[in-house]
């Protein structure tokens, strides 16, 4: 198993551009989410799905777009790059939390996407 | 309102002794919590989950405690080693899985 890819590793923008940050699961978890971590702050949620076809919103979702057309791929749109975007985006699948007291429920992480927006 | 906070931005042991790491959030009642670690370019890595009716879990040479009275977590590495060196991040389940909410992490130096 790959477990979580994303592409690209780095990417450089101008202001106003529009890119894709693409992410894919082969472990068919049905939640997939996208964060962005930047220096103090933590990771933050930026949007989440619980199924093909399900997105919603995390707590920054101003300025991205997602869609879930299959259970493995969910792609993070940027309509309009801006400096604020400057981060490191990643991307992480899991399985609800049903089942046995054994279950854990854990989020598995890509490698990241480092965004630079000048 | 709500927040996350882990005890401090740094910390520095030495290697053997034990580290302990705090993650207190107020306004959020999570059904679970759990702690990953990170290191320097990677993305985080799960490492211990607790449940909101138990205590205390142990894995290897890693404890962690949930207080949901003191809405506090603590996060013990006995007999630490340099290989321990990373950020340590704690997270709370805030929607059954659907929605965590990451706290900003704590790097931990393990001086040989």
């Known amino acids: 198993n790959a477990g979580v890819t994303q592409t690209p590793k780095f990417q450089v923008l101008k202001t106003g551009q529009s890119m894709t940050l693409q992410c894919a699961q082969d472990?068919?978890?049905?939640?997939m989410s996208w964060y962005r971590q930047d220096p103090g702050m933590g990771l933050r949620l930026i949007h989440y799905?619980?199924?093909?076809?399900?997105?919603d919103q995390g707590e920054v979702p101003n300025g991205y777009n997602v869609s879930r057309s299959t259970t493995e791929d969910f792609p993070l749109r940027l309509l309009s790059a801006a400096p604020s975007q400057t981060s490191v985006y990643f991307c992480?699948?899991?399985?609800?939390?049903?089942?046995?007291?054994?279950?854990?429920?854990?989020?598995?992480f890509g490698p990241g996407t480092r965004l630079t927006v000048t | 309102s709500q927040k996350i906070e882990q005890n401090s931005e740094a910390l520095n042991i030495q290697e053997g002794k034990t580290a302990t790491l705090t993650c207190n959030y107020t306004?959020?009642?999570?059904?679970?919590l759990q702690w990953y670690r990170q290191d320097p370019g990677r993305g985080p890595v799960f490492l211990l989950l607790i449940r909101e009716n138990e205590k205390e879990k142990r894995k290897e040479r890693l404890k962690v405690t949930f207080d949901t009275t003191l809405k506090q977590s603590l996060f013990h590495i006995t007999a630490s080693q340099p290989a321990d060196s990373a950020t340590y991040l704690c997270?709370?389940?805030?929607?059954?899985?659907?929605?965590?909410?990451f706290g900003p992490g704590t790097r931990l130096s393990v001086l040989p």
């Open positions: 997270a709370l389940d805030v929607n059954y899985g659907q929605n965590f909410v």
């Open positions: 992480a699948s899991s399985s609800p939390p049903r089942g046995g007291a054994g279950r854990t429920y854990e989020q598995y």
């Open positions: 306004n959020y009642s999570p059904a679970y």
């Open positions: 472990m068919n978890h049905e939640y």
């Open positions: 799905s619980v199924g093909a076809g399900i997105t």
